[in-house]
């Protein structure tokens, strides 16, 4: 092969990061650049030496070739690479995407500098134009730019040609957990600047209201022009010169194209300073003038006015500790695996905002560039992380100088992008890479190039939280138990701010103990927060047909979190890869359509800026949980929720309070002396606009309860006679299936992957044998004593049925010997007949919710159909429970219902299927859902914990061996 790029074989050579790339900047070019977006031609070869003689096929750029309908379909494994050839190997089949488009410059460019960007391209990219090799660049997830002004000729057409090489040495740094694609994921433009330009622009802006401009400033053509300088103005204002330079920049006559660094510098007087509350900026426009004063080159940028700062074990914005309620998140697309629009990428960040979350990590790559500016405008901490994740092979790689080029172009790239976002508080090496020589040199660029922000990497802090020595100023673990947490900051010990990088897995249903984590925060000095994983659930969808997929990825229909039928949301080994991780790529807090899972809600309340302390004195205590702002954005109403039934509103009086501040407010109404059980509920929603929520969206809903239970007074005898079948099974005209005992659920991630689930398989609770032992009537009941025999223990359990007017006491006991000494539940489930079709209840609602993950759905007056009580986590499992229940009625306008009265709040759950169909199916076009509702009644039910990846719940959320007491009423509506 005569081409010298190719045969440089750069796919195998560490060490060749780049060639003829232009040096990072963090000047924008978007605005006025050519768009080459669009249809291309395209190629797939199987290897990049491979020859040419495929026909060309089209392709939209920026795209990837996976999910555009050619032979090479996404793959998803975690940690184990895709293919077996060592660091810095390649493996032979190595498929490489040619895109080739025509290149039409502009006549009116002629005497300019034309540049092209390639926004992201994964591996390797390799560019050539008309033939010629114009340069190469690795790093999935930034930009490369070269200057092509030497090789196309304005008002002339030439062929640009981008060479896309999937698998490298590059590959082994961003083994990353996530799909696998090849191809160009991110826009691709053509600019042209004059030859005197802004070569990069550093912002540099304090709460002080100081304000630094460093401009570094070329010239293409070399021609040293006289006279040139840059000015500055802030939101229309004109910034002061700084003439110190213009005497440098005189003095300069070296024969470089680089001109020197001009400099602007200010004090801001009274400046509004940015947080993630208030996200206040402010624009600056910087150009760089001819002699003669006319405008060679402009740049904008938005200024935040903030400083971050690490002082004893508190990490600070502008002087405060902030609470970090930080949420991991990849650049994902269901329909285009990573492409993503500007309104996607705004869409999600709404979304966090509107959750409660003030942070994000970009795991594990710098984002696509609008990620930035949107979290500046919108108010989001960014933990921005280099494209280094080495899992499969990290202690070698960590320590190979063949790869130290590498980890310190793309940390070093990453940061002069992202350097002037207000956005960014702090620089993160990377992501599961062991701990090495490469991050220690790529560190100490990092704390040279940027002393303004805080540098983080966990693999360094594992070394020990408080080691100061090591390339991290956060002790950020990933996953550590809380009590280890806790005990770390009681310690003495330690020396750093300490905020998981990653905890909470969201896998399926969990995110249990979420209140427990931020209870032990919130009270904790020295902990700050962390980082939820993740934001998306990565379900490609997939069309599929008797089972099978067809036509390409991502193409299709889907709605509320569901694939529309006929489709599915693929996950690993549904491109029939033969090596993948399988639903763990399922792992985020919203489904592949943004469609929030339960557990955002439980974030949301446990983010309240509004708290409601304590009820006392006929009065509440609330209390402002911001850093910065008041309540003047909030607005509130009361809701007054009894046992009888009624529900009361009225509107709340917000008070005027600081952050961090309390007040007594009296009740805004009297609380009927009626009506039992009673609990006030604030709906606090935006008062005004929000960037990122309209006037009128909730934001919190804290509760508090008022008046305890009033105990029911004793059912009065009577009724019809209860009857039971020879196996002591109750009959019922509206049951199809009589109460039976249940121990079991439809597996959840956590319980699967954490080791819980094989337990309970081992023991048999999965498939219970029944035995009844004895049934024995008396005049108004039937008492059974049945046994449900496990492989290794039997459970006794005891039901009472009583007639009661209008319908049936039902009280059991179930006695779980020593050995059952962590089950799923135990409880009751029964069938309804065909019919039923609303659930209305008195509990905690109106979304999903389990006993450790139960802070955010307040109790009420609910009401839901059945069918979307479910949550269709993308494998199916255990699902739609409701906590705290304490009444409810299934009913439906033609149809007989019932009602269900318990003896104190329990887990509840209605559902169209039963557990074992929902063990039984992979994906959800795989349910065909019953006639009639399942419903089950716990006297307990587990928690839910995090354990796919991370702690399990904590014990107190275990369901314990020994007698479960557990009473209801079923009348016949
Ligand atoms: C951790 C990874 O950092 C993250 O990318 C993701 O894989 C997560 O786990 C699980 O979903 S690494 C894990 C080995 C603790």
């Keep these: ?231 500055a103005d802030l939101d229309g204002e004109l910034l002061a010169q700084d003439a110190e330079f213009d005497r440098l920049n005189a003095e300069d006559d070296r024969g470089s194209d680089f001109l020197g660094e001009a400099r602007v510098r200010t004090v801001v007087p009274g400046v509004r300073t940015w947080n993630a509350e208030q996200p206040e900026l402010y624009g600056l426009t910087v150009r760089l003038h001819r002699a003669d004063g006319s405008v060679a080159d402009t740049s904008y940028h938005r200024v935040g006015f903030r400083d971050v700062e690490i002082a004893g074990r508190d990490l600070l914005v502008n002087g405060e500790r902030v609470f970090v309620r930080g949420i991991n998140r990849h650049d994902f697309h269901p329909l285009t695996g990573r492409t993503m629009s500007y309104d996607d990428m705004r869409a999600d960040l709404v979304l966090l905002k509107r959750f409660g ?120 673990p990933m996953y550590a138990p809380l009590a280890e947490c806790v005990a770390h900051a009681l310690s003495g010990e330690q020396t750093k701010p300490l905020i998981q990088c990653e905890y909470s897995h969201a896998m399926g249903n969990s995110n249990g103990t979420l209140a427990d984590h931020w209870a032990a925060i919130e009270s904790t000095p020295g902990l700050q927060g962390g980082f939820i994983w993740e934001f998306w659930d990565h379900g490609i969808l997939q069309r599929v047909s008797g089972g099978r997929p067809v036509g390409r990825a991502g193409a299709g229909l889907y709605d509320n979190g569901v694939a529309a039928p006929g489709h599915r949301w693929a996950y690993g080994g549904d491109f029939g890869e033969a090596t993948h991780d399988g639903a763990f790529v399922a792992d985020g807090m919203v489904f592949p359509d943004r469609t929030p899972k339960p557990a955002l809600y439980e974030h949301r309340e446990l983010a309240a800026p509004v708290r409601i302390r304590c009820f006392r004195h006929e009065g509440i205590v609330l209390a402002n949980h911001q850093h910065f702002r008041g309540f003047d954005w909030l607005t509130a109403t009361w809701e007054l929720a009894l046992a009888d039934g009624r529900t009361l509103t009225g509107p709340a009086e917000l008070p005027e309070l600081c952050p961090g501040e309390t007040a007594a407010v009296p009740l805004p109404f009297e609380v009927p002396a009626d009506g039992g059980e009673a609990w006030l509920t604030l709906r606090v929603t935006t008062a005004g606009d929000q960037a990122w929520a309209p006037t009128g969206t909730e934001v919190c809903a804290p509760q508090i309860r008022l008046r305890a239970p009033v105990p029911a007074p004793a059912a009065v005898p009577g009724g019809p006679d209860v009857e039971v079948d020879g196996e002591g099974l109750l009959l019922h005209p509206l049951l199809a299936a009589a109460p039976t005992l249940s121990l079991w659920r439809a597996p959840t991630d956590n319980d699967e992957l954490g080791g819980i689930a094989p337990r309970w398989r081992a023991w048999g609770l999965d498939s219970l044998v029944r035995k009844v032992v004895s049934v024995r009537r008396a005049h108004d009941r039937v008492t059974v004593l049945a046994e449900y025999a496990g492989t290794t223990g039997v459970v006794r359990h005891r039901q009472e049925f009583t007639a009661v007017e209008g319908g049936i006491r039902v009280d059991e006991s179930a006695e779980l010997p020593d050995r059952f000494d962590d089950v799923a539940r135990v409880g009751s489930v029964f069938e309804t007949v065909a019919g039923p079709e609303l659930l209305e209840w008195f509990g905690q609602g109106p979304w999903e919710s389990y006993p450790d993950r139960a802070a955010g759905a307040p109790v009420g007056h609910h009401s839901l159909p059945v069918d979307e009580l479910f949550t269709p986590y993308l494998r199916p499992q255990e699902s739609g429970g409701r906590h705290g229940v ?59 914990g995090t354990a796919s990846c991370g702690p399990d719940t904590l014990p107190s959320y275990l369901v314990a061996p020994g007698v479960h007491r557990w009473s209801w009423t079923l009348r016949t509506l």
């Design 357 to 476: 979350f003030n942070a994000v990590r970009t795991a594990h790559y710098p984002n696509d560039p609008a990620f930035y500016d949107l979290a500046d405008e919108l108010g989001l901490y960014v933990v921005d992380e280099a494209d280094i994740e080495s899992h499969d092979h990290a202690h070698e790689i960590a320590d190979d100088p063949r790869y130290l080029n590498a980890f310190v172009d793309r940390v070093s790239r990453m940061v002069l992008r992202d350097k002037n976002h207000p956005s960014v508080i702090i620089w993160s090496l990377g992501n599961e890479s062991d701990y090495g020589a490469n991050h220690d040199a790529a560190a100490g660029w990092v704390r040279r190039h940027d002393p303004t922000r805080p540098l983080q990497y966990e693999g360094a802090a594992k070394r020990g939280w408080a080691d100061p020595d090591v390339a991290s100023d956060i002790a950020c």
């Design 886 to 944: 304490r009444r409810f009625t299934l009913s439906a306008p033609d149809a007989a219902g019932l009602a269900v009265e318990l003896d104190e709040p329990r887990q509840v759950s209605v559902s169209r299927y039963r557990a074992e169909d929902l063990t039984a199916a992979a994906h959800h076009d795989e349910l065909v859902p019953r006639a009639g509702c399942v419903v089950h009644i716990d006297a307990a039910h587990r928690g839910l």
């Design 1 to 231: 092969m005569t081409d010298p790029l190719a045969a440089l074989r750069p796919w195998e050579a560490p060490e060749v990061t780049s060639w003829g790339r232009l040096p990072m900047n963090a000047v924008d070019r978007r605005p006025g650049a050519l768009s080459l977006d669009g249809e291309w031609r395209f190629r797939l070869l199987p290897a990049p030496q491979a020859a040419d003689g495929v026909p060309w096929s089209a392709l939209h750029v920026p795209g990837a070739w996976t999910m555009q309908d050619t032979d090479d379909r996404p793959q998803y494994t975690n940690v184990t690479m895709p293919f077996g050839a060592f660091p810095p190997h390649a493996p032979a089949a190595d498929p490489t995407g040619v895109h080739e488009r025509d290149l039409d410059v502009p006549a009116e460019w002629a005497g300019r500098r034309i540049v092209l960007q390639v926004g992201a391209a994964e591996s390797v990219l390799l560019v050539h134009v008309d033939g010629r090799p114009v340069g190469l660049s690795k790093d999935s997830h930034l930009a490369a730019e070269f200057d092509l002004t030497e090789v196309v000729r304005p008002g002339a057409r030439s062929v640009l040609r981008l060479t896309v090489v999937k698998w490298s040495d590059a590959s082994h740094i961003e083994d990353q957990d996530h799909w696998w694609h090849g191809g160009i994921t991110r826009s691709v433009l053509l600019y042209a600047t004059d030859p005197l330009h802004l070569a990069d622009v550093t912002v540099r802006a304090r709460r002080s209201g100081e304000l630094r401009v460093d401009c570094a400033v070329r010239d293409r053509g070399g021609a040293l022009p006289d006279g040139w300088y840059v000015s």
